[in-house]
């Protein structure tokens, strides 16, 4: 739903390129955007909307596209509505307007509380019908209460096996569903999605189903658009490569690759201000990361580890070598802030990660 031009694309090329003029230009037709957006809703909710366009079923019945039937479209446009709002929020707080940004800062928490009055069940802990899409954008957008969200996630990772470990999710949900998993200690979730060789998945849509392209549906019938399955293209670069944006246009770099399959990933993208390298490869018990950092930025590089006292960058303790700085142990990483420069970071993986 709504106008992915007007708030979100300008939003997104920001933190891409890190010019704030598109911003700038974008910021009264944003305003004006969500001004017809709180016409249309009642107390806080919007039911217009194409909803989770193309989703699926995992039980192997390619029939015909429908609209959409794990998620109501009530649903999926608030989320839509919240994530706007935090949008223009955060670009008012750009824009220097601090009181525009505490008044939309106050509408998207009004909307928070709405979308859990009308769609958590607090008996149950699920989201909406309970699909994929709903869990992962009411995870993604902060809408649980805190007290909530372990309950919250154990019943997404539920409604996955449920799905027999496979994509269920359609337009709004898989642009998110990858990242979300492989970014909160679900990567093995994410990887067994991301891999399954039957219908539906990526596997399926491409290999036996003989497409050269990604297919506006999970059938790979429609060929108007790759939006639905093209965001697997952005999980290899984010999660598998591990190569995101900490600040707009990559002026502070992470790089987290997801290593506990795959035996080697090579991976580069041309940021604004130069080329971001992200190989890695296992021998043995070991694991290699060469990591190139563009000159004038700066990052926070996760090596896999047992722990950080066995990890070596260029021969040397990563401790000691310079542009190196340790910062901490992590969910089986050491955290590693780094200028820009070409390094080479050696560990010994522990179990959980080989």
Request: glycine fraction near 8%.
């Amino acid at each position: 739903m709504g106008s992915l031009l007007g708030v979100l694309n300008p939003w997104q090329l920001y933190q891409f390129y890190g010019d704030h003029r598109i911003l700038e230009r974008s910021y009264e037709p944003m305003k004006h955007y969500m001004r017809y957006l709180d016409s249309i809703a009642t107390n806080h909710i919007i039911s217009w909307g194409l909803g989770d366009w193309m989703d699926t079923t995992a039980d192997g019945n390619q029939s015909k596209p429908t609209r959409p039937k794990n998620t109501t479209v009530p649903f999926t446009s608030t989320c839509a509505y919240l994530l706007y709002y935090d949008i223009l929020c955060q670009t008012a707080q750009l824009m220097n307007k601090p009181d525009e940004s505490a008044g939309f800062a106050a509408k998207a928490e009004a909307i928070r509380s709405s979308i859990n009055g009308r769609f958590f069940n607090a008996t149950t802990g699920t989201y909406d019908k309970g699909s994929q899409t709903s869990y992962v954008l009411a995870l993604l957008l902060d809408v649980p209460a805190k007290s909530d969200r372990m309950r919250v996630t154990e019943n997404f990772k539920a409604q996955i096996a449920r799905d027999n470990h496979h994509v269920t999710s359609g337009f709004v949900g898989i642009p998110f569903l990858l990242p979300y998993l492989t970014e909160n200690g679900m990567g093995d979730l994410a990887w067994r999605i991301a891999t399954q060789p039957t219908y539906p998945g990526w596997f399926d849509m491409i290999f036996t189903l003989n497409n050269s392209v990604l297919k506006e549906d999970w059938a790979g019938k429609l060929v108007q658009m790759p939006s639905l399955a093209s965001p697997i293209g952005e999980w290899f670069y984010r999660s598998l490569g591990g190569i995101r944006p900490c600040e707009p246009g990559f002026k502070s770099i992470i790089i987290q690759p997801y290593t506990a399959t795959l035996d080697w990933v090579k991976c580069d993208y041309d940021s604004p201000y130069g080329r971001i390298v992200s190989n890695w490869k296992r021998e043995g018990d070991k694991l290699i990361m060469d990591v190139t950092i563009p000159t004038n930025t700066t990052a926070t590089v996760y090596v896999p580890a047992k722990d950080e006292a066995g990890v070596t960058e260029s021969g040397k303790p990563a401790a000691k070598a310079d542009g190196v700085k340790f910062l901490r142990m992590e969910n089986g990483a050491a955290v590693y802030a780094t200028g820009s420069g070409v390094y080479q970071f050696k560990a010994m993986l522990t179990e959980a990660i080989k």
